[in-house]
């Protein structure tokens, strides 16, 4: 479940860019940083899912449809480590490309919990 990140460019805000206290009814927050299409999923007021800029707002929407379709199958996510040490969850679709990371944590223990199968803090709701 563990996958080390490669050093590559990505396309991640900072996780305060992703914030909002209204997103829709699915949990989706969308807003648009400097020509880019971004999305977020928010729990609680939480982040917890966010995406890479998309460059139209078509993309970020089959982003949203996709996030939505995998985010409830635990075996789509695997843990990172970032080069600066920080553990993500990342959420991947079937063709095992990443469509959605969480915002970073300082162990893989913290962001194991948001898996159902330790404990259970927001997954729950999207696999009952």
Known sequence: MNESIQFR?????????YQSYNPDTSGIHRFENEGKFYFSFIENAMVILRSEGYSTETGRENGVASVLKNMVNE??????QLPDGRWVLSLKALNHQEIARSCPFASEDEVK???LSSGCRWFCKFSA
């Open 113 to 115: 919990k948001f898996l």
């Open 75 to 80: 075996d789509q996510y695997v843990t990172k």
């Open 9 to 17: 460019d990505d396309d991640y805000l900072s996780c305060s860019s």
